[in-house]
């Protein structure tokens, strides 16, 4: 079994900052793509940003220029910062990873979500 455990969140001011990490645990053979998601009350769920095992990233336009995205491959640990908040950033957010795990079952898993609040 694989488990995603997300930290962070919370409460920000307009402007303000937050960082939020995601470690994967359990029986990890290979973690490939790593990433975040959102979802706002009645809105899809978006991919903010993602990131390859080699470091490679992708953002969501509305996020590039103060949102970044990393990894520690030895800790299988991906984190997001995100600089100059705004109100329209508020949602659940979501890890996601691209996992094989011991028993040769390549999938995806999903962290439980937490909250960002961006208000004055």
């Known amino acids: 079994q694989v488990q995603l455990v997300e930290s962070g969140g919370g409460l920000v001011q307009p402007g303000g900052s937050l960082g939020l990490s995601c470690t994967a645990s359990?029986?990890?053979?290979?973690?490939?793509?790593m990433g975040w998601y959102r979802q706002a009350p009645g809105k899809q769920r978006e991919l903010v940003a993602d990131?390859?095992?080699?470091?490679?990233?992708n953002y969501v336009d509305s996020v590039k220029g103060r949102f970044t995205i990393s990894r520690d491959n030895a800790k299988n640990t991906v984190y997001l910062l995100m600089n100059s908040l705004k109100p329209e950033d508020t949602a659940v957010y979501y890890c996601?990873?691209?996992?094989?795990?011991?028993?040769?079952?390549?999938?995806?898993?999903w962290g439980q979500g937490t909250q960002v609040t961006v208000s004055s």
């Open positions: 359990g029986t990890i053979y290979i973690s490939y793509g």
């Open positions: 990131i390859t095992s080699g470091g490679i990233t």
């Open positions: 996601y990873a691209d996992i094989k795990s011991l028993d040769g079952i390549r999938r995806g898993y």
